[in-house]
Each structure stands twice: as C-alpha cells, then as structure tokens.
C-alpha cells in the first residue's frame, strides 16, 4: 500500500506542478495586479462566500461516494445516475440560498450578479470533483490526474489570451472575464471527466428511486455536515475581514492566501489517493500505521520546509509577486504560511478518520475550529485589519490539527516512535539554524533561497526522515 501510494502521488503532483503554479502566477496574480485597487478584493471574499454554501452541493457525496465505491466498486453501476439527480436538484436549492443570503448580508446588485457568475462555478465544479471521486475509487488514477489539471489548463488558455491581447492590455482588466473564463473551462472539463467515467461503466438509468436515494442521503448526512463545518471555518475569515474592516485589507490578505492556496493544492493531492486506500485496508483489517506515518512524514518534510522558505524570504517573495508590497504585506505572508504546517496534517490524519467513518468526531473538531475562528476574528479584526485575521487562521489551525492528531493516535493506538519525534524536533531547529545563516552568503537571494532548499532537503536525507530507497517506491506503481 505505501509503495501505491508513493506511486499515485507522484503521478498527482507530477501533473499538477506543471499547471497550477502558472495558473496562480502567471494568471491570478497578473489579474489582481492588473485590477482595479479593491476589485479584486470584492473578488475574492464573494468567492469565499460562494464556497459557504457550497455544501448544498455536494451534501457529503464525494466523500462518502469514494468510500463507498472503493469498498464496493459494482455499486457505481446504481449511485452514479440516482446521485447526480440528486445533485441538480441540490444546485438549484444552492444557488436560491446563495442568491438570498447575498441580499441578507447588503451585497449591492452588482456584486450579487458576480456571485451567481462565480457560484456556477462551484456547481461546475461540484460535478468535476464527484465524477472524480468515482474515479480515484476505481483506483483510475491517471485519469484522474488528466482531469485534476484540465480546467486550470483550459483557463490559462482562454485568460491569457484577454490579459495580453493588446486591446486590453494597457487598461485595468475586468475580473468578470476572469470569472467568465474559469466557467468556459470548468464547463468543458466537467464533460470530459464524464466521457471518460462513462466509457469504464456502464449505468443503471433507473432514475430516482426515492427509498433508495433517501438511504444514501441519510448516510451522507454527516459527511455533508462535516463539509459545512470545514468551509465556515476555512472561509469565513475574508468574509468576516471584508465586511467588518474594507475590501483594500482583504485585497493585502488575498495575496497572502494565494501562496498558501497554492501549497494546499499539494497537501490536498496527499489526501486524494490515501482515503480509498485508508478505506480499503480498514475493510481488510490491515495494518495502516506504517502508511500512516510514511504519509505523515512526507507531508510534515514537505509543509515544514514551505513555511521555513516563506518565513525567512518573505520580503523577497512578496516583492517580486505585487506592486507596491511593503512589510505588512510580509508579516502577514510570514505567519499565514507557518499554518500550512497544521494545516497539512489534517490532509492525513482527517483523511484516516474519515476513511474510519467518525464522522461525530471530525464534526466535533470542525466545531471548535469555528468556535476559536469566528471570536478570534471578531477581537482582532477591528484593531489589526488582515493581521487579526491571520493570526486567527494561524490559531484555529493548530488548534484543530493538535485534535485531529490525538484523536488518531488515540483511536488507533498508533506508537510514535521517540527517535523519530527527536529527528522531527532536529529537523526544525537545525532547519531553520541553516536558513538563518544561508542569509549572510554574499549573493542573490534567488541563489540564496535553492541553496537553502537544497541543505533542507539534504538534512532530510541526513537525518532519516524521508528514506533513500524512496525512490524505488515510486517506479511501477502510478498505474495501479
């Protein structure tokens, strides 16, 4: 299992490296520099509003689907027609929620008609992500890693041919034609994903019966609720900012969170090959500790060794991504990318739990994560702007991946070993003693910051955490 899951994820991230980091450099971030001052602010916390509701359509299927299916697979055949019933319907009462809430919370007509552009986006998206959860249940994995990068692929193409056309090249670019752009792309991918599903099954198109749609609801439930919890408060922070502080402070937040954004999309391709796996060894009363803590080890190396870069090349980062970046910028950089650390870690061990099936559990956590969110952003919004808020994700984070973790290793009885905590704790200190000196080599920081990657990734090596024959577990497995 550890050796399919090194081989998957490689595959992943194999296909997403090439893609989404232009999308978000080359594309994204040109669009917010290339608006108008505060546009892209009102962008980005609509988008978070968009995303509040956008439990309503998924209701739990993805997750409860791709466990379903991997312990199951022939039951795709009856799911897959009845459960995309389910979610048109489900679109519609989204997009009725989404449509009243905006007019609940002030939004002016203009920016509700932003909302529906970008909310057909999440139902476009919605689709994309349940026809691949069928298919990573498949174990079609190189599929799947084709459709994980098509829509950003095909956004690229149609963005960039608006940003650098000379006709609007010398003015500041209309963020409708990047939201309308995303929704050409997403559309089209959506299509795909289902040519591929459909040509490796066949369905049972005996639509819409009731008893047995009603079961798989009421099984969904707490997945659903799960999603909900999770989105308020991974979400709620550039609500929250733009309405109680202004649109320009969540402008400055929004260049922040497009690093850590992009370095989720990563921890995020961890989790995706591991839940059917996880699923599957629990069926089979397997072991999963040793692949709980290879993944575990992986993802702390990597999400550690992000927040190091960032932190100490913050100035530079930030600098070479935006006019007009100053320090405050950087400060808020800084800290907002040390929570990838936890963040990171729930991609493992909330995928296990999940795989588990204790869902009252993670409901629990999310409970208290929006609980320490939501009041840490009322105290410190008002005084400290986007500061406040990063301060509040930095807390709410380690808070809940502190309880995530403790609740695995409890339910599980997982034994963590001493010397390897002790090469953990090594790798922190002497990291960031190394990246602290490597700041006085007489050169470019550009020079200085591979430098600095490269001794992290040799105190990897040095120290055991990642092993040498890594390597041959990746060959032979993507397949699979």
């Given amino acids: 299992?550890?050796?399919?899951?090194?081989?998957?994820?490689?595959?992943?991230?194999?296909?997403?490296?090439?893609?989404?980091p232009f999308w978000i450099f080359g594309i994204d971030r040109v669009v917010q520099n290339r608006a108008a001052p505060g546009e892209y602010g009102t962008y980005f916390a609509l988008m978070n509003f968009s995303f509040l509701f956008g439990i309503l359509l998924d209701f739990g299927l993805n997750n409860f689907n791709n466990r379903a299916i991997a312990r199951h697979p022939s039951r795709l055949a009856s799911y897959f027609p009845n459960l995309m019933v389910v979610k048109v319907s489900l679109s519609l009462l989204y997009f009725a929620v989404a449509f009243l809430s905006a007019m609940l919370?002030?939004?002016?007509?203009?920016?509700?008609?932003?909302?529906?552009?970008?909310?057909?986006?999440?139902?476009?998206?919605?689709?994309?992500?349940?026809?691949?959860?069928?298919?990573?249940?498949?174990?079609?994995?190189?599929?799947?890693?084709?459709?994980?990068?098509?829509?950003?692929?095909?956004?690229?193409?149609?963005?960039?041919?608006?940003?650098?056309?000379?006709?609007?090249?010398?003015?500041?670019?209309?963020?409708?034609?990047?939201?309308?752009?995303?929704?050409?792309?997403?559309?089209?991918?959506?299509?795909?994903?289902?040519?591929?599903?459909?040509?490796?099954?066949?369905?049972?198109?005996?639509?819409?019966?009731w008893r047995y749609v009603r079961s798989i609801l009421m099984k969904s439930a707490p997945f659903a609720l799960l999603g909900l919890l999770m989105t308020i408060y991974y979400r709620i922070d550039a609500i929250m900012l733009e309405r109680m502080y202004s649109a320009l402070e969540n402008d400055i937040y929004a260049k922040s969170y497009r690093l850590l954004d992009a370095v989720?999309?990563?921890?995020?391709?961890?989790?995706?090959?591991?839940?059917?796996?996880?699923?599957?060894?629990?069926?089979?009363?397997?072991?999963?500790?040793?692949?709980?803590?290879?993944?575990?080890?992986?993802m702390f190396v990597f999400a550690t060794t992000v927040a190091i870069l960032c932190g100490f090349y913050a100035d530079e980062i930030m600098g070479l991504l935006y006019t007009g970046s100053d320090p405050y910028v950087a400060s808020?950089?800084?800290?907002?990318?040390?929570s990838f650390i936890p963040i990171s870690s729930v991609y493992i061990f909330g995928t296990l739990l999940t795989a588990q099936g204790t869902m009252s559990i993670l409901n629990m956590i999310a409970v208290g994560g929006i609980i320490v969110n939501v009041a840490l952003n009322l105290a410190l919004i008002p005084p400290y702007g986007a500061l406040g808020t990063t301060v509040a994700t930095l807390a709410t984070q380690v808070v809940v991946a502190v309880?995530?973790?403790?609740?695995?290793?409890?339910?599980?009885?997982?034994?963590?070993?001493?010397?390897?905590?002790?090469?953990?704790?090594?790798?922190?200190?002497?990291?960031?003693?190394?990246?602290?000196?490597?700041?006085?080599?007489?050169?470019?920081?550009?020079?200085?910051?591979?430098l600095n990657g490269l001794l992290l990734a040799a105190l990897v090596l040095v120290l055991q955490l990642v092993p040498l024959r890594l390597v041959s577990l990746l060959k032979g497995e993507a397949g699979e």
Avoid at 3 to 13: P, S, T, V
Wanted: glycine fraction near 4%.
């Fill in 332 to 338: 808020i950089f800084r800290l907002l990318m040390i």
């Fill in 1 to 20: 299992m550890r050796k399919k899951f090194a081989g998957n994820l490689l595959l992943l991230i194999f296909a997403n490296v090439l893609v989404k």
């Fill in 264 to 298: 989720n999309q990563f921890g995020y391709l961890f989790g995706v090959p591991l839940l059917p796996l996880f699923a599957n060894m629990i069926r089979k009363r397997e072991d999963i500790q040793e692949l709980l803590r290879f993944s575990a080890i992986l």
């Fill in 403 to 450: 309880l995530h973790i403790w609740v695995v290793t409890t339910l599980f009885k997982v034994k963590w070993q001493w010397g390897l905590l002790v090469r953990i704790i090594a790798f922190v200190v002497v990291g960031v003693a190394v990246s602290w000196a490597c700041l006085y080599i007489p050169t470019g920081w550009m020079m200085r910051i591979t």
């Fill in 105 to 209: 919370t002030g939004y002016s007509a203009l920016q509700i008609r932003m909302l529906m552009a970008l909310a057909l986006n999440q139902v476009l998206l919605s689709y994309i992500l349940y026809l691949r959860s069928n298919l990573t249940a498949l174990h079609l994995f190189r599929i799947d890693s084709f459709i994980s990068i098509l829509d950003r692929l095909l956004a690229i193409i149609f963005c960039a041919s608006l940003l650098y056309l000379p006709a609007f090249a010398s003015r500041h670019f209309d963020i409708n034609y990047f939201i309308f752009s995303q929704t050409a792309a997403l559309g089209i991918t959506a299509v795909v994903a289902f040519i591929f599903l459909r040509g490796r099954q066949r369905f049972d198109y005996d639509l819409w019966r």
